[in-house]
């Protein structure tokens, strides 16, 4: 069994074929497929598709970093309500982390917001999955300060270099690996070979994030046999043994 660690098949980008997309995924051998929230405005979407695939989809609560805005608190209030009402429906906290990529209009209350949704996933001993993008530095300094035995997770869609990816790995947290190790210009695969498998789970961030040969296209949870194949080169192994031990990591990390 494979498992998509990180995952949106819930959005816009997949109305007009998402049981399509889903189903071509099944037939690749990914049983499993993890939600990562984004705001209020997708959260009934995210329950429809759990409840037509009750037994592949696995939801995770959060507020996106992108979508921290003025409104900040009520959609944190809305995070905090849902944990409330539906407690047993969540597998992790994320995506959370912050973003200083496309506005740093609202870097200090992406900060709140991150170190709340921690505290928040703490209390009910769950993962955090992280979103960083030109914000290394930033959440660094937030994870050192709160780190403990209850810290733990997936830095997603992980793109840094081995010391950074080392660092993250001494804070309790798995490298969510995906369609960038494909990429000639990605360079994680020079050196990730250096980075024991049991550090390393599996996603695709569809429909962003296409691996070669589809890149520039609508990604979906399908192509991870190519993120496979890719990591049976770099770790000289083969797919199974990457299939196996990628797959003994999340369950771990999601209490499987």
């Excluded at 759990?50 to 009520?74: D, I, R, T």
């Excluded at 969510?176 to 990730?192: A, E, S, W, Y």
Aim: net charge negative; glycine share 4%; aromatic share 12%.
């Amino acid at each position: 069994m494979i498992i998509d660690t990180h995952t949106h098949l819930y959005v816009e980008d997949f109305d007009t074929d998402y049981q399509e997309v889903v189903l071509r995924a099944m037939e690749q051998g990914i049983k499993q497929f993890f939600l990562p929230a984004i705001d209020s405005q997708y959260t009934q979407r995210m329950f429809r598709l759990y409840k037509e695939f009750p037994n592949q989809m696995f939801l995770m609560n959060g507020l996106h970093p992108c979508s921290v805005k003025a409104n900040w608190e009520e959609e944190l209030a809305h995070v905090t309500a849902l944990m409330q009402s539906h407690p047993k429906d969540f597998y992790a906290i994320g995506e959370i982390g912050m973003d200083l990529y496309w506005d740093k209009t609202f870097l200090e209350e992406q900060k709140e917001v991150f170190r709340k949704q921690i505290i928040l996933a703490k209390k009910y001993n769950l993962p955090i999955v992280i979103h960083c993008r030109e914000a290394f530095e930033e959440v660094l300094k937030i994870l050192e300060k709160v780190n403990d035995e209850k810290l733990f997770g997936i830095f997603h869609c992980f793109t840094g270099n081995k010391e950074q990816a080392q660092k993250i790995i001494s804070l309790g947290l798995k490298l969510g690996i995906g369609g960038v190790v494909t990429f000639k210009n990605g360079k994680i695969d020079t050196f990730l070979h250096e980075i024991p498998l049991d550090n390393i789970v599996l996603e695709t961030d569809a429909p962003y994030l296409a691996p070669v040969p589809f890149r520039g296209r609508r990604n979906e949870s399908a192509y991870l046999i190519h993120i496979i194949k890719k990591l049976a080169e770099v770790y000289n192994l083969s797919e199974n043994e990457i299939i196996k031990q990628t797959t003994i990591n999340a369950k771990k990390i999601f209490n499987l």
